[in-house]
DNA sequence: AAGAACCCCAACCGCACGAAC
DNA sequence: TGTTCGTGCGGTTGGGGTTCT
């Protein structure tokens, strides 16, 4: 970014502020800020962000270098179009969590809080207003549960089974698999606050993508493929959110493969608590099947909003009237 | 072609909370 | 015990880009 729109404004915003924060830059970063803020706490590491700016010689507050760190400069952070998993985990998570941004994004490796925030304004207010309807209605909240995530899922499932008719092989041969459950999800809830995770950068290593919080975890390639024929997902018969008792998959896997050493271990998870997803998908041992980070599917960028195409607004717009 | 309307998202703001002093 | 500081969170804003008229 080379373009700097706040020139030393800062006595336009605060009468009262000391000559020395007078001098305090806002608005968009410059290349130099960054270059700045990244070589410091690649030395440095991050914390203490009011002297850290300080230090690397930035006329930013400590708010604005740590914002500017966690959403945009950390090496983790993914950015580009919300996939389909993640808009069905993020529906998920918000008719569980509400507006929890911070909560729900540590289970959406790479992406922020900020991301999910204005992805829920921006695209899932929008169609809330397009069906005439308040987004904390239940009237729109029955009409994610029930029509846009059965939806979803199906597009997911459409998707992999392209995805392997293109490329001439099994989905999961050629893909990393996402697990994710109600066990993974209400552990989380159990764990002190020292035991929940938080996202550790692993650039250019896709398949550490899911380490966080136990929400998400990478699983065996070798593992069976999640397909319409062998799974009883939201698209089948019991789509309305009944939990399914057969979790043995989910329970088998492996969660002590992961090598990050503050990651919950499997044994001091709270399996024996079950907490049941609004919809029931993840009680179901839904697995996700996603593409790697550097696949086709993923490259895509036109199957990720396909959620909100023309042709799903209008399904959906017919089944809301429909049903509702 | 040009202005209006809309969309997206980086950045900011105020507040709350816990730790340190 | 009260104050200050650092941090994190959710809500909001503003501006650039895109689409529409």
């Known amino acids: 970014m080379d373009i700097y729109h706040g020139e030393l404004d800062g006595a336009n915003y ?31 590491g991050e914390g203490r962000w009011n002297s850290l700016a300080q230090s690397a010689g930035l006329k930013r507050t400590g708010k604005s270098c740590r914002l500017r760190w ?39 490796p790479g992406r922020t809080d900020n991301e999910i925030k204005n992805y829920w304004r921006t695209r899932v207010q ?47 041969s050629t893909t990393t698999q996402y697990k994710l459950n109600s066990h993974n999800i209400s552990s989380i809830d159990n764990m002190g606050p020292s035991q929940k995770v938080l996202p550790v950068p692993q650039p250019n290593n896709s398949n550490m993508v899911g380490n966080y919080g136990g929400g998400i975890v990478p699983v065996n390639t070798n593992a ?43 044994n001091q998870l709270a399996y024996g608590e079950t907490l049941t997803s609004p919809t029931g998908y993840f009680n179901q041992g839904l697995d996700f099947t996603v593409m790697e980070q ?23 717009q017919q089944q809301f009237n429909t049903n509702f």
């Open 70 to 108: 966690l959403n945009y400069l950390r090496p983790d952070v993914r950015r580009g179009n919300i996939t389909l998993e993640e808009q069905l985990l993020i529906l998920e998570l918000h008719s569980r969590w509400g507006n929890r941004w911070s909560k729900i994004a540590q289970y959406l």
């Open 224 to 266: 069976t493929s999640y397909t319409a024929e062998n799974s009883s997902t939201a698209a089948s018969s019991d789509s309305f959110g009944t939990p399914v008792s057969d979790l043995t998959d989910c329970y088998n896997y492996p969660v002590n493969q992961n090598t990050n050493q503050d990651y919950c271990p499997a």
């Open 126 to 172: 929008k169609h809330a207003k397009q069906l005439k309807c308040d987004v904390n209605s239940k009237r729109f909240k029955d009409t994610m549960r029930y029509l846009w995530m059965p939806r979803l899922v199906e597009r997911i499932q459409a998707a992999a089974a392209a995805a392997g008719g293109r490329d001439g092989c099994g989905v999961s």
């Open 294 to 316: 550097n696949n086709q599917w993923m490259d895509e960028g036109n199957i990720y909003d396909n959620l909100w195409d023309v042709d799903d607004m209008f399904f959906l």
């Open 14 to 44: 605060n009468d009262q502020i000391s000559e020395e924060e007078m001098e305090l830059r806002r608005g968009p970063w410059t290349f130099d800020e960054d270059r700045a803020l990244m070589n410091y706490i690649s030395q440095h």
